[in-house]
């Protein structure tokens, strides 16, 4: 990938936009970009479930000082949410548990569903999550049989459009800020339904001004990698009252 201004030469530092496929983890994506670039500091800018794809920032040398930044950028998701049942991890990865849904909603009352999930919003992350618990992450204790007590906390969803529905598949396009769970919105718009809600699919299509037109996709991962390959880190944010 070269950009306008980009250096042809030169030490390794920028962000390389990825596309992110199914079935991999964000270390998994890491530990293959740092091989690439012969062994230098990578992060990421945002943690991708392995059954979610799309966009993936890694930074690269000195731009890891922009992950903050970036992670507080506006997210899209395009998001599949099945209605017909809960499952333990919020996603298609735990089995489905079914329940008897009496009556199927309509698109009026989804949509008069979705739109209690606008603006600034209480949400309990998924029991499956990377928070960390007395130092121990969720997910952890979730697998070790435990019931991981995780606090609600304020999150921002800006917009989400219904852009198609068959039950007991609604898919929605979320539009959000940092630290919402899309996997969290698919339950609480189960419960809100009186059906069952969970993540089918998920795929992130924008992080603030990254779009998967600039994403390379990982089974295209130049290496070894070159500056031209990476995209400038985001201006630094000038200080207050400047």
């Known amino acids: 990938m070269t950009s306008a201004g980009s250096p042809s030469s030169g030490p390794l530092q920028g962000l390389l936009v990825l596309d992110k496929p199914l079935g991999v983890n964000s270390t998994r994506v890491v530990s293959l970009v740092r091989r690439a670039a012969g062994g230098i500091k990578v992060g990421h800018a945002g943690t991708l479930d392995p059954l979610a794809t799309g966009i993936l920032i890694c930074c690269l040398g000195k731009a890891t000082r922009s992950v903050s930044a970036i992670m507080a950028m506006t997210k899209i998701y395009l998001a599949h949410v099945d209605l017909s049942a809960f499952t333990a991890t919020d996603d298609r990865e735990a089995p489905p548990e079914a ?58 969803i800006d917009a989400i459009d219904l852009l198609d529905y068959h039950w007991p598949i609604a898919q929605i396009r979320v539009t959000c800020g940092k630290g919402t769970y899309i996997r969290s919105l698919a339950r609480a718009l189960g419960v809100a339904l009186g059906t069952g809600g969970h993540l089918a699919a998920l795929r992130r299509e924008a992080v603030g001004p990254y779009t998967l037109s600039l994403a390379i996709p990982l089974d295209r991962l130049p290496d070894p990698l070159q500056p031209s390959d990476l995209l400038p880190p985001p201006p630094p944010e000038a200080p207050p009252g400047s």
């Open 99 to 156: 329940l008897p849904v009496p009556e199927v909603p309509t698109r009026a009352k989804l949509l008069a569903a979705l739109a209690q999930f606008v603006g600034n919003i209480q949400q309990t992350p998924p029991a499956y999550s990377a928070i960390k618990l007395a130092g121990r992450p969720a997910y952890r204790l979730a697998r070790a049989g435990q019931s991981p007590a995780l606090s609600p906390r304020t999150v921002r």
